[in-house]
């Protein structure tokens, strides 16, 4: 089965080069110009990712993503954006998105990123209801959940992933290329600062818990200290 993108984006003459080269790959691809249209597109179209421009008239990206996230929490959202602040990254993670890529880019890194996006974790015997015991969290990896005694987390799949990344690693260093590597599938700065947001929600997750620190060490990456 194809995979199916829902591809949102306002520049004709882009979106047409876009589209026609997601399809020579492969890809089946259904394009929209107008934030206000792309919720009933989605539904009636159930696409297997989204590709959603943040610049779009009626509704932005951010908007357009947080009515998706209402009715789908789990299809992975990739944001197209010239932005390149932090607190516009923060924000469209806050909002549910899984990535980010920064206008211009190569049709490869588009495709890569969108491999990513799609990437499940490898299947096991365990059952949904096995965990991971962090200090004083339960972390439910099949189901992108981090537990404690009050509530349940849903984590964005970079997170889930970063978070068992660095349990695998914890009390060791983790170099930071290695992590960009693995999960990013390259070293860029957008991607270095994709993960600078992604470290932040993760401390941020951690913090009821004063003996789990994510420790950065300057130059060379991180340490996840269980005491």
């Not at 964005?156 to 260093?173: A, D, F, T, V």
Request: glycine share 6%; charged share 30%; aromatic share 8%.
């Amino acid at each position: 089965m194809k995979t199916k993108i829902l591809y949102v984006e306002d520049e004709p003459s882009l979106g047409k080069i876009v589209k026609e080269s997601l399809q020579r790959r492969g890809f089946e691809v259904v394009m929209e110009t107008d934030g206000a249209n792309v919720l009933s597109l989605f539904k009636q179209i159930n696409p297997t990712v989204c590709v959603l421009d943040i610049m779009l008239p009626n509704k932005d990206g951010f908007e357009v993503a947080e009515e998706i996230r209402a009715i789908d929490p789990d299809v992975p959202i990739l944001f197209l954006t010239a932005k390149t602040q932090t607190e516009d990254l923060v924000k469209g993670f806050t909002l549910g998105g899984n990535d980010y890529i920064r206008k211009p880019f190569s049709m490869e890194e588009l495709i890569v990123r969108i491999d990513n996006v799609l990437r499940k974790p490898a299947a096991t015997s365990s059952t949904s209801t096995d965990h991971i015991s962090i200090g004083k969290f339960r972390f439910y990896a099949n189901r992108q959940v981090l537990a404690n005694a009050r509530e349940e987390k849903k984590l964005s799949y970079k997170e889930s992933e970063l978070l068992k990344l660095l349990y695998e690693k914890r009390n060791g260093i983790i170099d930071r290329k290695e992590i960009l590597d693995l999960l990013w599938g390259h070293d860029s700065f957008f991607n270095s600062r994709n993960l600078d947001v992604y470290i932040t929600r993760l401390r941020v997750h951690l913090k009821e818990d004063e003996n789990l620190q994510i420790l950065t060490i300057k130059g060379i990456g991180y340490r996840f200290v269980l005491t």
